[in-house]
């Protein structure tokens, strides 16, 4: 059973308000009981406000991170020019100097989106095409021993 703090400490303070005409309180050792047991339960309502922000703030970090993450992984694997890629390399280089390293996730993410090897997507994309150029004219290179296997049988 949750017991709702701020209502309790409301209505022990409204306890200890009981006064005569006179303005004193009808039984003093009562009202300073109420007062007491109202302080005690206000404190806790702000204990309970304390653990939901907690949990909001928490909710909120691990949203941003996740968006942060998908914003450099997609700006590594699918940028066409090296300016944008530069950008989102920037940006992880940047968060690894403030301790808020994303190295891991980004490259999760980068496989998500179908990647074979992840390190080629921190390749800027001229050099990641030079990178597949070469090793497409070598695969080509020995599987066909040189020879175009396009031309017509020579």
């Given at each position: ?10 209505r ?63 700006g ?47 390749l ?9 150029d ?9 599987l ?11």
């Open positions: 059973m949750s017991i709702n703090y701020r209502a309790e400490a409301e022990h303070a409204s306890k200890a308000s009981y006064t005569s005409e006179s303005g004193r309180p009808y039984n003093p050792e009562a009202t300073d009981f109420h007062l007491r047991i109202a302080q005690v339960h206000a404190t806790l309502a702000a204990g309970q406000t304390a653990a939901a922000d907690v949990a909001a703030y928490r909710h909120t970090i691990q949203s941003l991170r996740f968006a942060l993450v998908r914003h450099i992984a997609e590594l694997a699918l940028s066409d020019g090296d300016e944008a890629h530069q950008h989102a390399r920037g940006l992880a280089q940047y968060l690894d100097s403030v301790g808020l390293n994303v190295d891991q996730e980004v490259d999760a993410h980068i496989e998500s989106l179908g990647w074979g090897d992840t390190r080629d997507a921190w800027n994309p001229t050099a990641r095409r030079e990178k597949w070469r090793q497409a004219a070598e695969d080509a290179k020995r066909f021993g040189g020879r175009d296997p396009w031309a017509a049988d020579q």
